[in-house]
């Protein structure tokens, strides 16, 4: 809860915690929204050049499509050296003959894009990463897991970085 | 402060059923830098991160992770493990120095 500050108006306070219940409120039922559709959000920008032959060296042609990949970043992130990932997969099953066998984190504009790999296995029982990352700049970002029978699922972040934290 | 470079932790939860998915969290004390950056006096400082991690849980590699020098600074990361039998849960990071770095927890079942 952000502090009230001295002696503020009855009607002031009660409006901020109305919208802060609406936010969380909001937060909640949008949730199980995005898990249902396929497409949670803009469509990220064509991949560059770069980016793209990234794309084409791990997947080769299989499409990467939109859905069961939930990457969540910060909108703003006010220091590039320190931006914090989420990558869950809540309905993709981790089972023996079925599961996710890698994850990658694609960074559309830093120096190096293809940022990190992370091979799993079902004895994880689930995919969910925490991790953090540098950025140079404002940029798409791009989660994207592989399952053991091909199928290529992704979720894309649009990250606005106020202090490059890449040199 | 008194931080070396390799110096790694490991959580877990400090009670744990049988069969149940539990977070583990590690962290390892390394510059990561990305050799984009120079020193105060000009010099450049050249590439130093770790770039591979595995993961063994009683005695099997459970996770291998392939890192940059986009990973921040003293790299934390938290996954998750379905905790099915009591054994050590290893971690190595690995430099691209060739430096290795481990550490170890034990996972051991809650007896009440």
């Known amino acids: 809860m952000p502090r009230v500050p001295e002696g503020p108006p009855r009607r002031q306070f009660l409006k901020q915690g109305l919208a802060i219940g609406l936010v969380v409120a909001a937060g909640q039922s949008l949730r199980p929204a995005q898990l249902l559709s396929a497409s949670a959000g803009p469509d990220p920008e064509v991949p560059n050049e770069q980016v793209a032959k990234i794309l084409k060296d791990l997947f080769g042609g299989r499409p990467i499509r939109r859905g069961q990949v939930l990457l969540d970043m910060p909108v703003v992130a006010e220091d590039g050296r320190v931006v914090p990932v989420i990558i869950e997969a809540p309905d993709l099953p981790m089972t023996a003959d079925n599961y996710v066998k890698a994850v990658h984190l694609i960074v559309d504009h830093n120096p190096d894009p293809y940022l990190a790999a992370f091979d799993v296995t079902p004895a994880m029982g689930k995919l969910s990463l925490q991790f953090r990352i540098k950025m140079k700049r404002t940029t798409w970002v791009r ?22 934290g890449c040199g | 402060m008194n931080r070396t470079i390799g110096d790694a932790r490991i959580r877990v939860p400090s009670r744990i059923q049988q069969g149940e998915i539990i977070p583990v969290s590690a962290i390892v004390q390394h510059p990561m830098d990305t050799g984009f950056f120079r020193s105060a006096d000009g010099q450049s400082i050249p590439a130093y991160f770790i770039k591979d991690v595995t993961v063994t849980y009683a005695g099997r590699q459970v996770a291998h992770f392939m890192w940059t020098s986009g990973i921040s600074r003293d790299p934390i990361v938290t996954f998750t493990l379905v905790a099915d039998r009591e054994g050590p849960l290893s971690m190595r990071w690995v430099d691209n120095k060739g430096a290795a770095f481990e550490q170890t927890a034990q996972i051991a079942f809650s007896t009440t």
């Not at chain 1, 989660?143 to 029978?149: F, R």
């Not at chain 1, 992704?154 to 990250?159: K, P, S």
Request: without cysteine; charged residues 20%.
């Open chain 1, 143 to 164: 989660a994207i897991a592989e399952t053991s029978t091909g199928e290529v699922w992704a979720d894309y972040a649009r990250v606005n970085v106020s202090l490059n």
